[in-house]
């Protein structure tokens, strides 16, 4: 399952995606964001499933890869689907056994906070797939810059942000190996009562610790090394500049959010 985990990889291409401005589309992801919450009636849903379809079609990168960035979050969204059902009691009851009652306000909400909480994933990931982490710590940081006026360390927030996303895939790599080697020496990680795994879990948590600082130690051994001094007096290779195309996603994303407003008015 942890091979199935695709959160801060990125997916080199040329599709129009990729070549938007990185700044554009971090504020049309906060755009879609907003789309998705901004409505509580079915159709609002359906038109951030349409834009978010849209979007993965532009992006050329194929759709079992944003499936797969569900895959592992699925048990939680079923879990939560399964407390909207028994804990939501408004509406009419359609099916009783015992002390169970499930209402039919309840069925609509599950499955409306399941589709939203897909869609979330699914949207939230095509920023981290056609965004390098250098232009995207490039982009955080031009937009964050305002702030730099209240005496906030900018470039340092954004660095950590762009790093923290980069390492989850070598994260997710060296926690494959621990457990390959775990298994190797005869732990039975994956059987037992939850406890047992629970418990078992240490011999995988305590080397991935220690691993992890001892990387985060050779990267800032590194970073001195290259003399690196933070954002103070650093340029960069690559500009960002904005194109035609940036403006009219950005157009295009607002035009939806517009939709999804008025539908959700027209609803109600």
């Known amino acids: ?82 407390f909207n059902l028994v804990f939501v009691k408004s509406g009419e009851v359609i099916f009783e056994w015992k002390f169970i009652e499930i209402t039919d306000e309840a069925v609509s909400i599950s499955i409306f906070m399941f589709v939203r909480i897909i869609l979330l994933i699914m949207g939230s990931s095509l920023l981290t797939y056609t965004t390098s982490p250098i232009t995207l710590t490039d982009a955080i940081e031009r ?50 009562s939850f406890m047992t795994r629970a418990r078992n879990m240490v011999a995988i948590l305590v080397p991935l610790f220690i691993s992890s600082f001892r990387r985060a130690d050779e990267l800032a051994t590194a970073m001195e090394c ?4 933070g954002g103070e007096g650093r340029t960069r290779l690559r500009q960002l500049r904005s194109a035609p195309r940036d403006y009219i996603a950005l157009a295009v994303s607002l035009v939806f959010y517009g939709v999804n407003i008025a539908v959700g008015i027209i609803v109600k």
């Open 143 to 192: 937009l964050l810059s305002p702030l730099k006026k209240l005496k906030l360390p900018v470039h340092e927030l954004a660095m950590m942000m762009s790093i923290a996303l980069r390492f989850i895939p070598t994260l997710i790599e060296e926690t494959e190996k621990i457990m390959s080697a775990q298994k190797a020496r005869g732990a039975e990680i994956d059987s037992g």
């Open 1 to 82: 399952m942890l091979k199935d985990i695709t959160i801060g990889q990125y997916f080199p291409g040329d599709s129009i995606i990729h070549r938007l401005d990185p700044r554009f589309k971090i504020v049309i992801t906060l755009i879609y964001i907003l789309m998705l919450f901004a409505g509580d009636s079915i159709i609002c849903l359906g038109v951030g499933a349409v834009f978010t379809l849209f979007a993965i079609i532009l992006s050329k990168i194929p759709l079992k890869m944003f499936l797969k960035s569900i895959k592992p979050l699925l048990p939680f969204l079923v879990l939560t689907a399964v």
């Open 226 to 229: 290259r003399c690196y001094r």
